[in-house]
């Protein structure tokens, strides 16, 4: 099974909005909304972010969004805060009964 | 609170077989509610999925892995176990146990804070 597809890095500036991809096929991401992101700062375990595609559980801030698009899902971050910075990762569930992550993006907090 | 917590050694010798523990507090693992996970983080790459217990015994583990993974649960101690056969430099990576949120998710929101394996002679 090949991981889903994300850019190695994207970046932004204090208060703007970045959005990260997450591309897979009509085999996970296009079938099922049970697409998750996860944030990884360094040397830290990942935090969920966002689940079943666009929920959020209770404590993340509502400026972390998530959507999708046939075979593509999306996190966005609005009004971008240096704490931000981190590693982020999207997952989802695939026919084989599986979960696949994606490759992981860095983002960086100009 | 929900807490997970890996165990285990730190360095395994190549061939040789990798067993963690992970042991849960805060709710009970034959609840129903959660399948239980392992993931892994290899150094300078990703996260990768290794498989998932649920408490009734059943089983989903990575195709790329499966002819040398064994996960187990263990409802009397409230903890589950994973088991790597046949090791190499390869399978070095931080290894994390994970809760399903919500049955049926595929989401992870409680984690361990991981264990460091080194498999190196």
């Known amino acids: 099974q090949s991981a889903l597809t994300q850019p190695p890095s994207v970046s932004g500036s204090p208060g703007q909005s970045v959005t990260i991809s997450c591309t897979g096929s009509s085999s996970d991401v296009g079938l099922y909304n049970r697409v998750s992101w996860y944030q990884l700062p360094p040397g830290t375990s990942p935090k969920l972010l966002i689940f079943e595609g666009s929920s959020r559980p209770s404590g993340v801030p509502d400026r972390f969004s998530g959507s999708k698009s046939v075979n593509t899902a999306s996190l966005t971050i609005s009004g971008l805060q240096a704490e931000d910075e981190a590693d982020y990762y999207c997952s989802s569930y695939t026919t084989s009964s599986t979960v696949i992550f994606g490759g992981g993006t860095k983002l960086t907090v100009l | 609170q929900v807490q997970l917590q890996e165990s285990g050694p730190g360095l395994v010798k190549p061939s040789q077989t990798l067993s963690l523990t992970c042991t849960v507090s805060g709710v009970s693992i034959n609840s129903g509610s959660h399948h239980w996970t392992w993931i892994r983080h290899l150094p300078g790459k990703g996260l990768e999925w290794l498989g998932d217990i649920y408490y009734s015994g059943s089983t989903y583990s990575n195709p790329s892995l499966k002819s040398r993974l064994s996960i187990s649960i263990d409802t009397s101690r409230n903890h589950f176990s994973l088991s790597l056969r046949s090791v190499s430099a390869a399978d070095t990576a931080t290894y994390y146990c994970?809760?399903?949120?919500?049955?049926?998710?595929?989401?992870?929101?409680?984690w361990g804070q991981g264990t460091l394996v080194i498999v190196s002679s």
């Open positions: 994970a809760r399903e949120n919500v049955y049926g998710s595929s989401a992870f929101d409680s």
